[in-house]
């Protein structure tokens, strides 16, 4: 067996013993319900909730609602109540580059119920004027309103920009290559191709909740800082068509959000990790 088949061979091995259930899910312009799932818009609070607040005092913005009845096929997400994203309106995006978990510029919300009689009038009623010399649109990476449809559950083969995967790989290559070991990946670019790992990835945008993650950049958990945020809690990637942008994070990236298993099966969303990157 040459070098770039044992490459190959050992991309395969990792795919089939690395998968994970995933809901992926597309973006259909238009305003859905308080309580729909949704890329922007409205997001539904109860009545003894206030409106979210950015690091400088101004609302932040619904990145996205979703509805986890939709959940149904993902061990240890919730399947009922509303799980949102919300962001700052700033021109990152609400992100902290120095610690994703730092919530100052992002919230996860979660509530187990939802009350139907909250009005979409009231919840807006909630948020804070916004200064005349600030321009919402150029502060985050929506272009509009959209419904969030989900798919079906599906299984989903780890990607190679997963924290984990160079470590995987490189045990493997190092078992049956003990005299060429390997550090990194990198290490083999001169034989390394993609052809065994495009199961990972999506046709089109990359949106899911579950599953593993897509990165333009790198994983930012590739250093132990967070690596126990191991659970793709949601994905919403950039998203162009008909020359409108749906979504667009910076130069065509794409935004993540993780949580760790054990906090997702307590439903406890106090300590989650936010980043988007772009080309």
């Known amino acids: 067996m040459t070098d770039a088949e044992l490459v190959q061979k050992i991309k395969k091995e990792i795919s089939e013993a690395n998968r994970e259930p995933v809901i992926r899910f597309t973006l259909e312009p238009g305003e859905p319900g308080l309580t729909e799932s949704k890329a922007g818009g409205t997001p539904y609070l109860p009545r003894d909730l206030a409106w979210p607040l950015g690091p ?10 979703v509805d986890c009845g939709a959940l149904a096929g993902l061990p240890d997400f919730p399947q009922r109540g509303l799980l949102q994203f919300f962001i700052a309106l700033n021109d ?10 730092n919530q100052d510029g992002f ?13 979409a009038e009231e919840v807006l009623a909630k948020r804070p004027a916004i200064p005349d010399d600030v321009e919402p649109a150029y502060m985050t990476p ?21 924290y984990r995967y160079e470590e995987l790989f490189c045990a493997k290559w190092n078992e049956a290559r003990p005299d060429a070991p390997v550090q990194h990946i990198w290490d083999l670019s001169g034989i390394w191709t993609d052809e065994a790992c495009e199961d990972g990835y999506a046709v089109g945008a990359m949106h899911q909740v579950g599953g593993y993650p897509y990165f333009t950049q790198t994983d930012p958990r590739w250093n132990g800082k967070h690596a126990e945020l191991d659970v793709l809690l949601f994905q919403l990637d950039s998203d162009m068509r008909e020359g409108r942008d749906e979504v667009l994070w910076g130069d065509c990236g794409v935004g993540n959000f ?7 099966r307590r439903l406890d969303f106090s300590r989650t990790g936010y980043n988007w990157d772009c080309c």
């Open 107 to 119: 919230r996860v919300l979660y509530h187990e119920t939802a009350d139907p009689s909250v009005t």
């Open 142 to 162: 929506l272009g509009g309103v959209c419904r969030i449809v989900f798919g079906k559950p599906e299984m989903q083969s780890i990607t190679d920009g997963d």
């Open 92 to 101: 990152v995006f609400g992100l902290d580059f120095d610690d994703m978990t």
């Open 258 to 264: 993780f949580i760790s298993r054990e906090a997702l």
């Open 56 to 65: 400088d005092g101004l609302p932040m913005t619904l990145l996205a609602q």
